[in-house]
């Protein structure tokens, strides 16, 4: 049986969902379509916290926050459910942290984005949950805060369905098969239609394209966020206490209680090298300890960690999103995240949507395209540093 419809979605994490709403809200025929059932946990969009800021490491990507706190706004608008919680942000550089901290303080100066410059006597005389080591400094920026993960995904997906998207879960894609006005897609029981459609399926997008003839040099990474039990977890309400990264080599953060009397902490980009369909999913003491070491001697009132939980990272060599047309095959567009992306969640739809219809969008998105040196040149070499 063949379906037809305008655009199509293939993965229905939170790049998808938000694909899907989008696109429906434009009048659109949306038909979505996901490997695994509604809200699973193999990939990278399930749990609870995840941070959204305006504090970022190019000019280009701060102005894409705009739109994010934007749209989050909207879906607000539009569920009648509450999204962002301002916490305020630390970005935490140690003497010679790997990340400089010009590229931040820059970036938002370029967009008038207020910040305060702290040094670590400074940061513990205001949050003294912190232990930082002498020489540390930070920058403060009131606007960061904690969106949620699968709380968000599903009211994407929701409001979708509601403006008439069709989402299909437990519905793997097989191949594309492009045509001259569209492309098909292949699944078990069924061949849609479409034409033009969205691949954000993040681990398994290599895989999906490679019979297209793209060789996309991404990096699956599994990893690992655990979650502390403070003594004092008033210490660390969203009220008192910030969204934290330590910005050096290993990078980690951290976040204040959220729905429960737990602080979640996790290091970005620290996991083993795996793909979507092998992996481990269970959690890994060695990682674990890793974390609550440091967490130990920073945050030192962190208290023990009773649960940890693993997600996959999609990386590109460069740690820049993808959001571009397929080279030789315009009616598909590919939005990949990098492992930084669900800030962006609600604002990535409405990018991708006109980038697969229009063929541009208002933001310069020249950084994201396909044909970039990272995603092109054999040599490039990869820095996930950011």
Known sequence: MTHVCDLAVIGLGALGSSTAWHAASRGLRVVGLEAFE???DRGASHDTSRIIRHSYHTPAYVALTFGAYD???RLEDQTGEHFVTVTGGLDLYPHDAAIPAADYTSSM???????DVLDADAVGERWPAFDLPDGTIAIHQARTGIVPAARGTAAMARRATELGAVLHYNTRVEALVPRADGVDLITADNVISAGCVVVTADAWTADL???LGVDLPLTVTEEQVTYFAPGRPAEFSPDVFPVWIWMDEPSYYGFPTYGEDTIKAAQDCGGPIVTGDDRSGA???VMRERLSGFMRRVVPRCGPPVRSKRCLYTL???RDFVIDR????PSVTVGLGAGHGFKFAALFGRLLTDVAVDGESRYDLSAFRLDRPALTDPSYEANWMV
Do not use: N
């Not at 100066?109 to 910040?115: E, L, P, S």
């Not at 397929?326 to 095959?329: A, E, Q, R, T």
């Open 71 to 73: 749209d989050w706004a």
């Open 326 to 329: 397929l080279p030789g095959h």
């Open 316 to 318: 590109t060599p460069d």
């Open 209 to 211: 394209l490679a019979p």
């Open 283 to 285: 959690p890994d003491e």
């Open 38 to 40: 509604f809200g699973h």
């Open 109 to 115: 100066d370029a967009h008038d984005i207020a910040y």
